[in-house]
């Protein structure tokens, strides 16, 4: 039997009971539904912090799946490390995820896709306490009714290693690729509105490098930006908030945001 991930944020990062997990989510998207843009998207990038504080923002990618969320089969999420230090993109090692809503599978055939690359690593110790792709669980198993998972923690590595790993996964109309990824950190809010600011710009002009200054997940970004130009993909800006818009106050601050990429339609 394949090993299960245990969520290890549930009751911190978002609520530990299935019942108030599904009626904060639902509320989230309710509200983002009715400001969100007809867009059909490739890929997301949203931002991973506690739900108080950035889920709204998150919301306001995820609603977008819901006309098309019978057809996405398989969502290929990176985020990066924040507390063990790993070399390349990290395979967790195990089969399931799990969160306050049950388990997500992992896809194996993808698993088996990317193995050969030498920048894939498997680690379930980089995987075990790490909330940048966990806390996307719940919204994607909210919104998405059958669905597997490639989850990929991202260290150090390259634009190009990175971009070179999406593009292997990158699949049709049923593969949905997510960046997880915070804006600045700890900054007075008028300071983090300028610096966010920038970066978004950056991002909707498909330009990197992206600091890690700028975005915690800067590698992924900067390898999607690389991936989306060779695709033709067309950003969106879809929220741009910080805690102090949010939750918290304006003294030292995180930035969100939240971007759909689409694809030109032939």
Known sequence: MQSIRPAAVAGMFYPGNAAALTHDIDAMLAEAEARAPQLVPKVLIAPHAGYIYSGP????????LKPIAHRIRRVVLLGPTHRVAVRGLALPGTGFFATPLGTVEVDQAAVRQIAALPQVVVSEIVHAQEHSLEVHLPFLQEVLPDFKLLPLAVGMAS??????????????????IVISSDLSHYLPYDA?????????????QLLQPVSHEQ??????VNGLLLAAR??????HLLDLRNSGD??????????YGAFAFTEELL
Request: some cysteine; proline content about 3%.
């Open 246 to 255: 949010t939750a918290g106050s304006k003294d030292r601050v995180v930035g």
């Open 159 to 176: 634009a190009e290693e990175v971009a070179e790993v999406l593009e292997a996964l990158w699949g049709g109309e049923e593969t949905l």
């Open 192 to 204: 983090a509105k300028r610096v966010d600011s920038a970066t978004a710009q950056a991002i909707m």
């Open 215 to 220: 975005a915690c997940g800067g590698t992924p």
């Open 57 to 64: 923002i998150a919301a306001s990618a995820y609603t977008l």
């Open 230 to 235: 060779r695709h033709g993909l067309t950003p």
